[in-house]
């Protein structure tokens, strides 16, 4: 069984940073592509950035330059590190495993970026 829990949200003001982290639970964590996605209220969920199980990465358009992904297969985490923050990047951040066809999520950490 696969389980995600994620941490590292909050409140932060407008340029701050914030980093969050996932752990996950399961043998499949280096075999996946892994990353995270945000939802606002009233809007979809959209891609914030994945990476593949050797470190290719995609990036959503709004936080290239901003944001940054890394992985540590050797202790199933995946960390997302988040610079220059705006009040459009609030919103709850999931932590997304795929694997098989299946798509893994976690419970979700709320960011809150605001003055």
């Known amino acids: 069984q696969v389980q995600l829990v994620e941490s590292g949200g909050g409140l932060v003001q407008p340029g701050g940073s914030l980093r969050l982290s996932c752990a996950v639970s399961?043998?499949?964590?280096?075999?996946?592509?892994t990353g995270w996605y945000r939802q606002a209220p009233g809007k979809e969920r959209e891609l914030v950035v994945d990476?593949?199980?050797?470190?290719?990465?995609v990036y959503g358009d709004s936080v290239k330059g901003r944001f940054t992904i890394s992985r540590d297969n050797a202790k199933n985490a995946v960390n997302l590190q988040m610079n220059s923050l705006k009040p459009e990047d609030t919103g709850v951040y999931y932590c997304?495993?795929?694997?098989?066809?299946?798509?893994?999520w976690g419970q979700g950490t709320q960011v809150t970026v605001s003055s």
């Open positions: 997304k495993v795929y694997y098989g066809g299946v798509n893994y």
């Open positions: 399961g043998r499949i964590f280096s075999m996946s592509w």
């Open positions: 990476i593949s199980p050797i470190g290719s990465i």
